[in-house]
């Protein structure tokens, strides 16, 4: 009889047990929204949801006029996906509902009116100066928010830049002639311990604590706009960073290229995503392979993954008010998404504009990937890409001694383009040797490499730091703090007097030369005409017509002329049937001061001085 009592004993205590286990695997939580909330007027959004017993939920949304179209929950519960309808829905605060027949779970969910500025999202394009921020080393606004683990001691650490510390030098910016600002990744980076650069996302609808609060990052936006300036989002759809509560528990089995512990690795030659007649394999790593270890590669050939990014796009463009968005390793990720990521993007928002990093010297390879023409049958919809190959160029022929011919050849290549007044032209970037730590040193071959990117055709970006030729090795030695921005700095290079006399030589030059692109359209909005090169020497035009000087002189032309050589140069060439046909009234009007050229004979005769770039008003 005791025996069978132990045995009964046993029987009620596994059961309890089941029971228990069963009671816990039906707890019920939701944790995470994504995205936290959206508009009317966008498309009807897909809602990731976190966390606990979803599998077993029933969910619900009470709301006028807003319905749950479908949904998909993962096999252990911790994810759901739920499709709303809100094409006919008003502004109002829904309530998200997850039930199990032991309790339920309710969360509400703002479907807030979507902004109605006819100013809103303007775009940029070749009318505007980009100006490259890296949030982290610019300027500290609001130390009293910094995180623990700031160490400017550290270069690959945090140091303590901030949305606050750019907003409180825009009036730095407005002054020297930038209209737009572009900044590394605000999204955040969790408690990586070295990604102050903003590329290891561990939330993608969250500002890094470390850059300051949502609400500060609309407010610097606001700020921009109040001057007539704009604000450009650097996104990152192709990977996130290693420690993303995805990496161990993602939300589908196909959430990435791989896993953590198998993926494929990248492949770098983009001649074979060119290529019509490369394999599958010659290519795939390219966009299926992880970037580093640390950085998973999201799959966006997974129909939910590429929904998830490009509703991230739009919360970010509404929630911030942008105007344009800077997109990190383009070539990385497949045409089809980067085709639906426009399609969708500029539905919304027909003005706003995208600028894509295809880290190449090729013409023939970054032109691969602009849009307004189909290769492999499918457009990628990309405004325009960076002008990578003549940043590869002009430190050729500025700094490795190439000659002048091969700038006027690349820019030859510019037919490759659908757009290449579009064209975002640069000497240097966050991944590069600063130019003039590149040049040995050399401010004047700096203010060559400027003067060429604020004259050519295109948009101009100028990475922070450049206007006074600041110094900067390998990565991480390229992103030093900008002199003036932090806490105990010796001096600021914000102000006149804290510069030294070479920073403030390169900034009067970089500043005379915007203030001159701003007040001629023939820069922001003309046609280039390339008349000349030789080894050391480039002559071009920039002009709203190409036939020449009109009698009664009522059009003006730029002629643009550079001399890298140590010594004058003789530039002397034909005019008819150029640009230059019909003009006799030259007039210097960049901050070098040029010999006036001579037109005789048909002839045009300038001594260009010795490394120098001048700018004539021609009539």
């Not at 005791?2 to 009964?8: A, D, E, H």
């Not at 949030?135 to 928010?145: E, I, L």
């Not at 510019?414 to 579009?422: F, G, M, N, T, V």
């Not at 400027?450 to 100028?462: F, H, K």
Request: proline share 7%; charged share 20%; aromatic share 10%.
């Amino acid at each position: 009889m005791r025996f069978t009592s132990l045995r009964w004993l046993a029987l009620l205590l596994c059961l309890a047990a089941v029971w228990a286990k069963a009671q816990q695997s039906q707890t019920l939580r939701i944790d995470k929204i994504d995205p936290p909330d959206w508009w009317t007027g966008l498309p009807s959004p897909m809602l990731l949801i976190h966390g606990q017993g979803l599998d077993q939920a029933e969910f619900k949304v009470e709301g006028k006029a807003v319905s749950i179209a479908k949904s998909q929950v993962s096999a252990n519960g911790h994810w759901a996906f739920l499709w709303l309808d809100t094409a006919r829905a008003a502004p109002q605060t829904l309530t998200i509902t997850a039930a199990l027949p032991n309790g339920q779970t309710k969360v509400p969910f703002t479907l807030a009116e979507r902004s109605h500025d006819a100013n809103a999202h303007a775009g940029f394009s070749s009318a505007d100066v980009m100006y490259l921020i890296m949030t982290d080393r610019f300027a500290s606004g609001d130390p009293a928010h910094a995180p623990p683990g700031e160490n400017r001691t550290l270069p690959r650490g945090w140091h303590g830049g901030d949305c606050a510390g750019i907003e409180q030098h825009l009036n730095y910016l407005k002054d020297l002639g930038v209209t737009t600002v572009w900044t590394t990744p605000v999204a955040s980076n969790g408690a990586i311990p070295q990604a102050y650069h903003g590329y290891a996302a561990t939330d993608l609808y969250a500002t890094d604590a470390h850059f300051g609060t949502l609400a500060q990052y609309r407010q610097l936006s606001d700020a921009l706009h109040a001057r007539g300036m704009k604000l450009v989002i650097d996104l990152v759809p192709n990977h996130v960073g290693v420690e993303h509560p995805w990496v161990t528990d993602p939300p589908t089995p196909d959430w990435f290229h791989g896993t953590a512990q198998q993926h494929p690795k990248i492949q770098f030659d983009f001649y074979n995503l060119v290529d019509p007649h490369a394999p599958q394999n010659a290519w795939y790593n390219i966009t299926h392979g992880w970037f580093t270890d640390a950085m998973p590669d999201m799959n966006q050939e997974n129909p939910l993954v590429a929904k998830y990014l490009i509703q991230n796009a739009l919360w970010w463009v509404e929630k911030a008010n942008l105007d344009g968005i800077r997109l990190d390793t383009f070539p990385y990720v497949g045409r089809p998404f980067w085709r639906d990521f426009h399609a969708a993007l500029h539905e919304a928002y027909p003005r706003l504009t995208t600028v894509g990093e295809v880290f190449h010297a090729d013409p023939q390879v970054t032109s691969f990937f602009a849009g307004g023409e189909a290769h492999r049958g499918i457009d990628t919809g990309l405004d325009t890409p960076f002008d990578f190959p003549v940043y590869f160029k002009l430190r050729e022929v500025l700094i490795a001694g190439k000659p002048m011919t091969e700038l006027k050849d690349l820019l030859r290549q510019d037919a490759l383009y659908p757009h290449s007044e579009r064209l975002v032209t640069f000497i240097g970037n966050h991944d590069t040797i600063r130019f003039v730590t590149a040049a040995g040193g050399s401010a004047l071959k700096l203010k060559l490499a400027l003067g060429l990117v604020l004259t050519l055709r295109g948009m101009p970006q100028i990475y922070s730091g450049d206007e006074i030729g600041m110094a900067g090795g390998e990565d991480p030695d390229n992103r030093r703090d900008f002199p003036g921005g932090f806490a105990g700095d010796k001096r600021s290079a914000f102000t006149s007097a804290g510069r030294t006399a070479e920073e403030e030589q390169v900034f009067a030059w970089t500043k005379g030369l915007l203030g001159v692109r701003a007040t001629h359209p023939q820069l922001t909005s003309g046609i280039e005409q390339d008349l000349f090169a030789d080894d050391n020497t480039f002559v071009f035009v920039r002009t709203q017509q190409d036939h020449g000087c009109s009698p009664n002189h009522d059009t003006e032309q730029l002629l643009i002329v550079v001399n890298k050589a140590p010594q004058s140069e003789p530039v002397d060439l034909p005019v008819e049937g150029t640009a230059l046909a019909g003009c006799s009234d030259f007039r210097v009007v960049s901050p070098n001061m040029g010999a006036v050229p001579a037109v005789s004979n048909g002839k045009f005769h300038l001594q260009e001085p010795a490394q120098s770039l001048t700018v004539f008003a021609v009539r």
